[in-house]
């Protein structure tokens, strides 16, 4: 009978330390490297929550249409070690991404670079190790007009 009770608790204890693993998803299951997508917009959103960041970014076109892009970047801890703040993606803020499409929702994307107003860019998701885009090979960002 103690036998079967530790089996049972040791089977549960390595089920629970491997759903966490097995709940993360690949970059290639949800996005498509050779579909690079860029804009410029404003932002209409930031949730700075596990196990990834998301900004929305609302973008209008030459008629007038307006697309929101739901960008996915690393987690927030990931995110403030390369230097960025809080107040750096404020609800209402001009910005313009450059990152990987979706494979199924097109206005998805993982953001590689976000280039704030102020011409200061960051990369996002699969950005560069070291936090900068141009050693990541994607340049200096979307300039803003």
Known sequence: MKTTVGILAAAFALFGLAAPSAAHHS???EYDKE???QGTGVISKVEWTNPHMRVYIDCTDEKGVVTTWNLELGSPNSVIRRG???S???QGAKISFKGFGGRKVLTRAAAD???LADGRSFA???GAPDGTPEQYGVGAGVPIP
């Open 27 to 29: 970059f290639a299951v």
């Open 35 to 37: 579909k690079p997508v």
């Open 84 to 86: 960025w703040k809080p």
């Open 88 to 90: 750096d993606l404020k």
């Open 113 to 115: 670079v976000l280039t």
């Open 124 to 126: 996002g998701a699969s």
